[in-house]
């Protein structure tokens, strides 16, 4: 397993192939080339470990590869991972999250879901069936009532991709657990002056 946001390497490296086209060492040759590399999660993991940081790991398979990609982030995870506390599994994909239920049940799952995508998921029915700790919602889905409906059947929810200090502190005050974000020192500023 590799760790990057996109598909494909058509934004970074300019090849129009699908990452999961490409195998490892070919992958290996393309990152020489790029400013910065697609690291494997193996990598990954040893910098988490290096300086002791958790990780809420998106489980983002191939259209087809769910229960595969799941099992074999889950098997590097169990063999690289370097904390007490396990990490965060979380996916679009849920029946990913499924076999990360079965494999490891004792984990801890987040049901990702874009309600503009798919406004009719049964994210609730989905939440329960699967034991899981959070839902993860686009910030823009963020409402106080579904942020309530959320934390009643036990969850904790978390929103992405929240860049604007202005909108984290808006979503802190609907009780919002966490949020993902690319700008973590504005935003780690905006947390310490909402506290």
């Given at each position: 397993?590799?760790?990057?946001?996109?598909?494909?390497?058509?934004?970074i490296?300019?090849?129009?192939?699908?990452?999961?086209?490409?195998?490892?060492?070919?992958?290996q040759?393309?990152?020489?080339?790029?400013?910065?590399?697609?690291p494997?999660?193996?990598?990954?993991?040893?910098?988490?470990?290096?300086?002791?940081?958790?990780?809420?790991?998106?489980?983002k398979?191939?259209?087809?590869?769910?229960?595969?990609?799941?099992?074999?982030?889950?098997?590097?995870?169990?063999?690289?991972?370097?904390?007490?506390?396990?990490?965060?599994?979380?996916?679009?994909?849920?029946?990913?999250?499924?076999?990360?239920?079965?494999?490891?049940?004792?984990?801890?799952?987040?049901?990702?879901?874009?309600?503009?995508?798919?406004p009719?998921?049964?994210?609730?029915?989905?939440?329960?069936?699967?034991?899981?700790?959070?839902?993860?919602?686009?910030?823009?889905?963020?409402t106080?009532?579904?942020?309530?409906?959320?934390?009643?059947?036990?969850?904790?929810?978390?929103?992405?991709?929240?860049?604007?200090?202005?909108?984290?502190?808006?979503?802190?005050?609907?009780?919002?657990?966490?949020?993902?974000?690319?700008?973590?020192?504005?935003?780690?500023?905006?947390?310490?002056?909402?506290?």
């Amino acid at each position: 397993p590799v760790v990057h946001h996109d598909d494909s390497l058509r934004r970074i490296a300019g090849i129009d192939r699908d990452i999961a086209e490409t195998d490892f060492a070919e992958l290996q040759e393309i990152n020489a080339t790029l400013a910065t590399a697609i690291p494997s999660l193996e990598e990954t993991l040893a910098v988490l470990s290096k300086v002791g940081l958790l990780a809420n790991v998106e489980i983002k398979p191939t259209p087809g590869t769910a229960a595969e990609t799941a099992r074999r982030t889950i098997d590097t995870l169990r063999r690289h991972w370097g904390h007490d506390m396990p990490p965060l599994l979380s996916s679009f994909d849920w029946q990913a999250l499924a076999v990360a239920a079965d494999v490891v049940p004792e984990w801890p799952r987040g049901v990702l879901i874009d309600f503009r995508d798919t406004p009719d998921a049964d994210w609730r029915g989905t939440a329960e069936r699967l034991r899981a700790f959070s839902l993860h919602l686009d910030q823009r889905s963020a409402t106080p009532a579904l942020v309530d409906e959320a934390k009643a059947l036990g969850l904790r929810v978390l929103t992405y991709t929240v860049n604007d200090p202005d909108r984290a502190r808006a979503l802190w005050n609907m009780e919002v657990d966490s949020v993902f974000t690319d700008r973590v020192t504005a935003i780690g500023e905006a947390a310490r002056s909402n506290e």
